[in-house]
């Protein structure tokens, strides 16, 4: 065994051989959770508690490519309906427009569960695009949202790979 130094006039190796031991001398709360509290994390109340509850937390993204129907057609590219108050931000990849492809992308939002959708934002993309990636950032949201892409003028088939990510809010 290394020789370690001595710990109140014993070696580590004499400290250690007791078969019990007893601490002393600890002052303050002898169990403390994370939060500062002598309770478990769901029964807490303490100001920790309340701060953990309000750090914003990632859904797990939505990837997907999405073929766009045609004309006078509304294709959802990501939809939110359960009622968590989030903002959803996202890409949509335009590389595969071309020569005579139109795109318009659409934002709604439903500003009360019993209500209809009520569009926010509509932006027309024509062509092939000089910035291929288009990032959408959303209004935060409480009880659903939805972005949808409609092909206007279709030259051919055309599916757009969508990422989608919702920022939760306590």
């Not at 007791?18 to 309770?39: S, V």
């Not at 931000?89 to 019993?114: E, F, H, S, W």
């Not at 949201?141 to 939760?168: C, M, N, P, Y």
């Amino acid at each position: 065994m290394p020789d370690f130094p001595q710990v109140g006039g014993a070696t580590a190796a004499q400290v250690w051989a007791y078969g019990t031991k007893e601490l002393t001398g600890i002052t303050g709360t002898p169990r403390t959770n994370l939060m500062g509290e002598d309770a478990d994390l769901e029964a807490g109340t303490g100001v920790r508690k309340a701060r953990i509850d309000e750090m914003p937390a990632f859904e797990v993204a939505v990837e997907a490519p999405i073929l766009l129907t045609g004309p006078a057609t509304e294709d959802i590219l990501v939809e939110k309906t359960d009622a968590k108050q989030g903002l959803l931000d996202g890409y949509v990849d335009l590389t595969p427009m071309a020569a005579g492809d139109t795109v318009v992308i659409r934002q709604y939002m439903k500003v009360k569960a019993a209500g209809a959708y009520v569009q926010y934002a509509e932006e027309t993309y024509a062509g092939v695009q000089t910035i291929k990636l288009l990032h959408i950032t959303t209004k935060t949201s409480k009880t659903a949202i939805k972005v949808t892409a409609e092909h206007t003028v279709v030259a051919g088939a055309l599916t757009l790979d969508v990422q989608f990510f919702r920022r939760l809010e306590a």
